[in-house]
């Protein structure tokens, strides 16, 4: 399986990273959130969007879900195809008014199957909530032997139990400092550090982040040693 950053950056792309999205080409293709970024991201590494069969959205803030209507826009007028899309309530209502405004009025169930969260899929997934401003959930898959655990957006969770001894931790790292992290519903790369320690995860992908210097980079890694900063387009091959 090939787990490839679409994109790694915060909500401001900091450091010219694009928002983030991830994309799973295993047994499934599977998109974890759509950024603004996204069809340009798969694009760029040699994927056209109707080649993705599921796509999971954390949360309903336009870094995490904006690239949806683009995504259905290539879907109808380029190459053709049908996605089955599931996350938070209201997924559908967005999707519809958001490309009605920009392109024109369309029968998106023609290409974009929206359903209910559920965990009736051909590869194992389950979900949590997480804690931010608004309703976001973190999901865990299991595919071709990897076990992945994305967290979207959130403040500190306990993941000690839902992520327990995941092949991956997808963890976000909006914010450097604990009080801003807070007010905002973030985490910081610190906090993250130390959740993967107590889910002892195999591996910390820090995600959804500005850029760190050195000093915090250190010590990131003295608490969790096997932390990766990955930038847009690097790929993670198992």
């Known amino acids: 399986m090939k787990i490839i950053m679409l994109g790694t950056g915060d909500a401001f792309s900091t450091g010219g990273r694009a928002s983030i999205s991830i994309f799973l080409d295993g047994t499934y293709k599977i998109l974890l959130d759509c950024s603004p970024h996204a069809v340009y991201s798969l694009r760029k590494c040699g994927y056209s969007p109707n080649q993705i069969q599921y796509a999971f959205i ?13 995504l259905l ?36 169930t023609d290409y974009l199957d929206i359903r209910p969260l559920n965990k009736n899929f051909p590869f194992q997934i389950d979900y949590i909530q997480g804690n931010h401003s608004i309703l976001d959930f973190i999901y865990k898959i ?7 655990v994305y967290t979207g957006d959130t403040r500190k969770v306990d993941l000690s139990k839902f992520a327990f001894q995941a092949d991956y931790l997808f963890h976000e790292a909006a914010e ?9 519903g973030h985490t910081t790369p610190l906090q993250a ?28 890694k ?16 198992q």
């Open 58 to 70: 954390t949360h309903l803030h336009g870094d995490h879900v904006g690239g949806l209507p683009f």
């Open 73 to 108: 826009l290539n879907l109808i007028h380029k190459e053709k195809g049908k996605i089955i899309v599931s996350g938070p309530p209201g997924l559908s209502n967005l999707v519809n008014s958001v490309y009605s405004e920009l392109f024109g009025q369309t029968n998106y």
């Open 142 to 148: 299991e595919m071709d032997g990897i076990k992945i």
């Open 176 to 184: 450097v400092d604990e009080k801003n992290a807070e007010k905002s």
């Open 193 to 220: 550090a130390k959740i993967a320690k107590e889910a002892q995860v195999k591996n910390l992908v820090l995600i959804h982040r500005p850029e760190f210097d050195t000093d915090l980079i250190n010590n990131i």
């Open 222 to 237: 003295n608490i969790f040693p096997n932390t990766i900063f990955p930038n847009d387009f690097d790929i993670i091959e």
